[in-house]
């Protein structure tokens, strides 16, 4: 370099990235504060209510503490991922945080929790709330055992609201609209194979299945039924029977 001192190979992280610079340009600091860490070992944020809860993830950075700085970021979260939620914490900025595990602590904005359901039913149950992000929660009584984002019908095909029951269960499906009177090349034709864990719960075609052909789980999707990943749609078929309640609001 053009340095008389030569160069450096420094870390910065702020942008968690390797570079060179000139050795000129670094100086012992001497009259600075300290950057901001996060508190020492042995501190905790203000508890503000317990949740003890399965959700799902909205995207958002894993934080070893509740405060956005370069320092406190962990790993990302994707979009749909499991979650279990502890409790909710006061955050430096003041909003709600939740905390996921040992010192680590993700914006509440970033987490879709069941919310309390308009009704409780006994034993195995499914209910569904529709807004959005759209979450799918299995109970047992009225205990939550099992969440997931799903993909919900859209303006013109809805998902219809209300008590229902699943009805019957392909594991392996084939999808037609011909079979319910909408020919395939019509605007909402579709034929789809190997529609995996569907479980119908009305009798004109809407149900719960495994939808491959679509990622953006919680946000409207579908001709009406609710899709979910290849993970989710194993999990309530193995869990749910003919006969389960799924309760649409």
Known sequence: GSSG?????????????????DADAVAPVTDQAPPTTPPTRGTTPEV????????????YT????????PETRLRELPHNASVYVYEAVRGDDGDIWYRIGDGEYIHSAGVRLPKPPPQVFPGRWIDVDLTEPTLMTAYEDDRVVYTALALRGTVVD???????????RV???TMDSATIGIPRDSPRGYYL???????YFTTDGAAIHYNYWSSHFGYP????C????????LWFWNWAEIGTIVNIH
Request: proline share 6%; hydrophobic share 35%.
């Open 226 to 233: 609710l899709g979910v990943n290849l993970e989710d749609a």
């Open 158 to 168: 809805s998902t219809p609201t209300g008590l229902h029951r699943i009805l019957r």
């Open 193 to 199: 194979e190997g529609v995996l864990y569907t479980q």
């Open 221 to 224: 999707g579908t001709h009406g």
């Open 48 to 59: 503000v209510q317990a949740i003890n809860l399965p959700g799902r993830a909205l995207g």
């Open 5 to 21: 001192r030569g160069r450096l190979f420094v870390y910065y992280p702020g942008f968690q990235e390797y570079a060179w610079i």
């Open 171 to 173: 594991e392996n499906e």
């Open 62 to 69: 894993v934080r070893s503490w509740p405060r956005v700085a």
